[in-house]
């Protein structure tokens, strides 16, 4: 038993090693870089460097910049969603893969998620703009490579926003039919996703300025609810229920004998979605400032923050699991996070509010990632109605048709996901849909980038690198992506299969329809006469 526990903890510590020696890694070679960030010079300095690298990928500076770090790591951290993550996965992933799943599962999957995480990472520093893998395969490949991630990308992204949006619809709902003595449904959730979806649109077209704000509030938010929720947890119990011992036994969840093989896996598998979406910080590269820097540490850390919160909640949540069954507001099978913060503090509901603002911060995380990347295939011409799609804002300068139409798909995603499936099972719908759609977007441009060999010139001059690690970090990555994709089809189901190759297909279609003129305007991008560029800007008062 001993050298269970002993073995376990060394995985953990090995994981952290490994985040350790990649970020001393990186540090070195950003030193040895001829990156010279003008911070230290004022913001107007580093607007114009920042400016003055996206006009040598033809692109104008038509979006504000106003992210900074902290901003550009809480997009990527809220992207990832460890509260909403945890809220719709723990109790069907431990129900699937028994205790283990935490203390083994989780530093696996750690592991895997930090080095495709540092992959991702590389290749947005090479490539600061705002379409993230879209660009990249585009850039170190092909215009139909990156046509194919972009569409798989932006899908991925838009299932995970629906799932975001969806859960804080229901926690609200299951609050609201309480304090005003109604029944829920699935209507009633459905109406507040609908308000929960607008709420997101208005911030993130009049709340334009404060977009930033709110990115590194809910850095701050996500922390007061792990606190919370752990607080909570140990001043209802005092003690562990269990013993940290049955981490490491393999136990299934009834405890009353050995899990499966499959059914670990199965239930590891199910918490993929903590580890994927941190490529979010790429999508708003356009408006951070100094973005070869801090948009590649922001992808790199959130998945090493993810594992350090997620790693400390799971085992809370599990080991006392016994206490937190049979709560007045969920049972065990809706979420163990939810019913573990109301039996943690007596009941008080204010805590599922909060859990409730912090998964909307996460879903609105969301929104601007999807109308980013909307925004970004509708100025290649990569997407139909592309002339609307990729107008601006002048006086917010946002891209508010992308934001409504993203807004409105999430919602038609969920609505059709729920039709299909009926009651809880559009959650394993579109987690398998999600997270086969994003590893499909970034097996694609790591696959580009090791047949290359590092050699390329984006590559060669980005400042975030790891330098002779790239090439095991991105085997690693790919191996990892191709085989946790092949299993997630069968510990999904196959309905988020089925999805995928629906999407293919109409990909496939759009691409011959778009083909040419989507080709000619990438050509004419990199070919746009300065002037061109300074008219654009000079129209969003920028230049």
């Given at each position: 038993?001993?050298?269970?526990?002993?073995?376990?903890?060394?995985?953990?510590?090995?994981?952290?090693?490994?985040?350790?020696?990649?970020?001393?890694?990186?540090?070195?070679?950003?030193?040895?870089?001829?990156?010279?960030?003008m911070?230290?010079?004022?913001?107007?300095?580093?607007?114009?460097?920042?400016?003055?690298?996206?006009?040598l990928?033809?692109?104008?500076?038509?979006?504000?910049?106003?992210?900074?770090a902290?901003?550009?790591?809480?997009?990527?951290?809220?992207?990832?969603?460890?509260?909403?993550?945890?809220?719709?996965?723990?109790?069907?992933?431990?129900?699937?893969?028994?205790?283990?799943?935490?203390?083994?599962?989780?530093?696996?999957?750690a592991?895997?998620?930090?080095?495709?995480?540092?992959?991702?990472a590389?290749?947005?520093?090479?490539?600061p703009?705002?379409?993230?893998?879209?660009?990249?395969?585009?850039?170190?490949?092909?215009?139909?490579?990156?046509?194919?991630?972009?569409?798989?990308?932006?899908?991925?992204?838009?299932?995970?926003?629906?799932?975001?949006?969806?859960?804080?619809?229901?926690?609200?709902?299951?609050?609201?039919?309480?304090?005003?003595?109604y029944?829920?449904?699935?209507?009633?959730?459905?109406?507040?996703?609908?308000?929960?979806?607008?709420?997101?649109?208005?911030?993130?077209?009049?709340g334009?300025?404060?977009?930033?704000?709110?990115?590194?509030?809910?850095?701050?938010?996500?922390?007061?609810?792990?606190?919370?929720?752990?607080?909570?947890?140990?001043?209802?119990?005092?003690?562990?229920?269990?013993s940290?011992?049955?981490?490491?036994?393999?136990?299934?969840?009834?405890?009353?004998?050995?899990?499966?093989?499959?059914?670990?896996?199965?239930?590891v598998?199910?918490?993929?979605?903590?580890?994927?979406?941190?490529d979010?910080?790429?999508?708003?590269?356009?408006?951070?400032?100094?973005?070869?820097?801090r948009?590649?540490?922001?992808?790199?850390?959130?998945?090493?923050?993810?594992?350090?919160?997620?790693?400390?909640?799971?085992m809370?949540?599990?080991?006392?699991?016994?206490?937190?069954?049979?709560?007045?507001?969920?049972?065990?099978?809706?979420?163990?996070?939810?019913?573990?913060?109301l039996?943690?503090?007596?009941g008080?509901?204010?805590?599922?509010?909060?859990?409730?603002?912090?998964?909307?911060?996460?879903?609105?995380?969301?929104?601007?990632?999807?109308?980013?990347?909307?925004?970004?295939?509708?100025?290649?011409?990569?997407?139909?109605?592309?002339?609307?799609?990729?107008?601006?804002?002048?006086?917010?300068?946002?891209?508010?048709?992308?934001?409504?139409t993203?807004?409105?798909?999430?919602?038609?995603l969920f609505?059709?996901?729920?039709?299909?499936?009926?009651?809880?099972?559009?959650?394993?719908?579109?987690?398998?849909?999600?997270?086969?759609?994003?590893?499909?977007?970034?097996?694609i441009?790591?696959?580009?980038?090791?047949?290359?060999?590092?050699?390329?010139?984006?590559?060669?001059?980005?400042?975030?690198?790891?330098?002779?690690?790239?090439?095991?970090?991105?085997?690693?990555?790919?191996?990892?992506?191709?085989?946790?994709?092949?299993?997630?089809?069968?510990?999904?189901?196959?309905?988020?299969?089925?999805?995928?190759?629906?999407?293919?297909?109409?990909?496939t279609?759009?691409?011959?329809?778009?083909?040419?003129?989507?080709?000619?305007?990438?050509?004419?991008?990199?070919?746009?006469?300065?002037?061109?560029?300074?008219?654009?800007?000079?129209?969003?008062?920028?230049?």
């Amino acid at each position: 038993m001993m050298l269970a526990v002993w073995i376990g903890l060394l995985l953990f510590a090995f994981v952290y090693g490994c985040a350790l020696l990649l970020t001393a890694r990186v540090q070195h070679r950003i030193r040895a870089s001829k990156h010279i960030s003008m911070t230290a010079y004022g913001s107007y300095a580093q607007a114009q460097q920042d400016k003055h690298d996206l006009n040598l990928f033809g692109l104008a500076q038509q979006l504000r910049r106003r992210l900074g770090a902290a901003a550009s790591f809480g997009l990527s951290f809220q992207s990832l969603g460890l509260i909403g993550a945890v809220f719709l996965f723990a109790g069907p992933a431990l129900q699937k893969g028994g205790p283990s799943i935490v203390s083994i599962g989780l530093p696996i999957l750690a592991l895997f998620g930090i080095l495709v995480s540092a992959s991702l990472a590389e290749m947005s520093s090479a490539v600061p703009t705002a379409g993230g893998v879209y660009h990249w395969a585009s850039a170190l490949g092909t215009r139909r490579r990156g046509w194919y991630a972009g569409w798989f990308h932006l899908a991925g992204h838009l299932a995970i926003m629906a799932l975001m949006n969806g859960a804080c619809a229901y926690i609200i709902d299951k609050l609201l039919s309480v304090w005003l003595n109604y029944s829920s449904s699935w209507w009633t959730t459905g109406i507040l996703l609908g308000v929960v979806t607008a709420a997101q649109v208005i911030v993130n077209h009049w709340g334009a300025g404060r977009i930033g704000a709110l990115q590194e509030a809910g850095i701050l938010l996500h922390a007061a609810v792990l606190a919370a929720i752990i607080g909570g947890i140990f001043i209802a119990f005092g003690q562990s229920v269990y013993s940290p011992k049955l981490l490491y036994t393999f136990q299934n969840a009834s405890l009353d004998g050995h899990v499966t093989p499959w059914a670990f896996i199965a239930g590891v598998l199910m918490l993929q979605k903590l580890f994927l979406g941190m490529d979010g910080a790429a999508q708003a590269s356009e408006e951070t400032s100094d973005p070869r820097i801090r948009v590649p540490w922001a992808i790199f850390l959130s998945s090493v923050y993810t594992m350090i919160g997620g790693f400390v909640l799971f085992m809370c949540l599990t080991l006392v699991l016994p206490a937190i069954v049979g709560t007045t507001l969920f049972s065990s099978s809706d979420s163990l996070l939810a019913a573990a913060a109301l039996d943690g503090w007596q009941g008080n509901s204010l805590i599922l509010a909060v859990i409730a603002a912090a998964i909307w911060g996460s879903g609105n995380s969301e929104l601007l990632i999807c109308s980013r990347a909307v925004f970004s295939l509708a100025r290649d011409q990569a997407l139909p109605f592309s002339r609307t799609l990729s107008q601006v804002s002048r006086e917010q300068q946002t891209p508010l048709p992308a934001v409504i139409t993203t807004a409105v798909f999430s919602v038609i995603l969920f609505g059709a996901g729920r039709l299909a499936d009926g009651g809880e099972a559009v959650i394993s719908s579109l987690l398998g849909f999600a997270v086969l759609c994003l590893q499909l977007a970034y097996i694609i441009p790591i696959w580009i980038k090791l047949k290359l060999h590092g050699r390329h010139r984006l590559l060669e001059d980005a400042p975030w690198n790891l330098g002779s690690y790239s090439t095991l970090v991105n085997r690693t990555a790919l191996i990892w992506l191709i085989l946790s994709g092949g299993l997630s089809v069968f510990a999904l189901g196959l309905r988020g299969a089925a999805g995928t190759g629906i999407l293919l297909v109409i990909v496939t279609v759009l691409d011959r329809k778009y083909r040419k003129q989507h080709l000619a305007k990438l050509q004419s991008r990199l070919k746009r006469p300065r002037g061109e560029i300074i008219r654009i800007e000079r129209k969003f008062h920028l230049h």
